[in-house]
């Protein structure tokens, strides 16, 4: 079973849709959640950190569910500037590990 | 701001080449990481550094070592470059402590081996 697992899409939505990604782990004893945005030809960048009680960061909103072990991404009223690929990123248990990456959801915001 | 730089945007080696693979960063971090990314295969963790003269094997290290003789810079070395080498490297660095996980990637080196 992969560590980190996202539907790869592509997700294509029309300007102003809501669209929702999800994200699975595997380890139940995993610390730390994240969501990174990569754009077509860019290195990746830290969006957001995922905390149990939601999280919110204007159009973006980041929910954790620890007894089903996923984690949601919420983007309300897409801008075509939206259009990346976003990595589901998950920290495993021991404190000096490196990060799990998803491979990635990638999302198309359409005029 | 942080800024993770990489020594090329794109590098056309020859099988058998010894290649040297740069990234400096400016933000006095202790991790550095390299990564390759693939088509289908996503973000592969070669090799990581918590400080310097220290390195740890990530998930795919065969094929590549490292050196950090210095905090800010971290080389990845291809031995003996391959074809199935040919790859996007992506170098990050993140700090210590509670922000560990915020990793600063560089824009990363499309390498071509031929």
């Known amino acids: 079973r992969k560590e980190v697992e996202q539907d790869p899409g592509p997700f294509n939505v029309p300007e102003g849709a809501t669209v929702a990604f999800n994200c699975t782990y595997s380890?139940?004893?995993?610390?730390?959640f994240f969501w990174y945005r990569q754009d077509c030809r860019k290195e990746p960048k830290l969006l957001m950190s995922v905390y149990s009680s939601g999280n919110e960061d204007g159009r973006f909103t980041a929910q954790l569910n620890r007894a089903s072990q996923y984690i949601s991404l919420l983007i309300r009223d897409s801008k075509l500037s939206d259009s990346a690929t976003y990595l589901c990123v998950v920290s495993p248990p021991s404190g000096n590990t490196p990060l799990v990456f998803g491979k990635g959801t990638r999302l198309s915001v359409i005029a | 701001d942080v800024k993770v730089t990489q020594s090329s945007r794109y590098l056309v080696k020859r099988t058998g080449e010894k290649v040297f693979l740069e990234c400096v960063q400016d933000?006095?971090?202790?991790?550095m990481f390299w990564y390759r990314q693939d088509p289908g295969l996503g973000l592969r963790l070669i090799y990581f550094s918590y400080d310097v003269k220290m390195k740890e094997k990530g998930d795919i290290p065969e094929g590549y070592s490292v050196s950090r003789e210095k905090k800010e810079r971290f080389s990845l070395i291809l031995e003996s470059a391959s074809t199935n080498q040919t790859s996007m490297y992506l170098c990050?660095?993140?700090?210590?402590?509670?922000?560990?996980?915020?990793?600063?990637f560089g824009p990363g080196t499309r390498l071509t081996v031929t």
């Open positions: 933000m006095d971090h202790e991790n």
């Open positions: 380890n139940s004893a995993s610390q730390s």
């Open positions: 990050a660095s993140s700090p210590a402590g509670t922000r560990q996980y915020e990793q600063y």
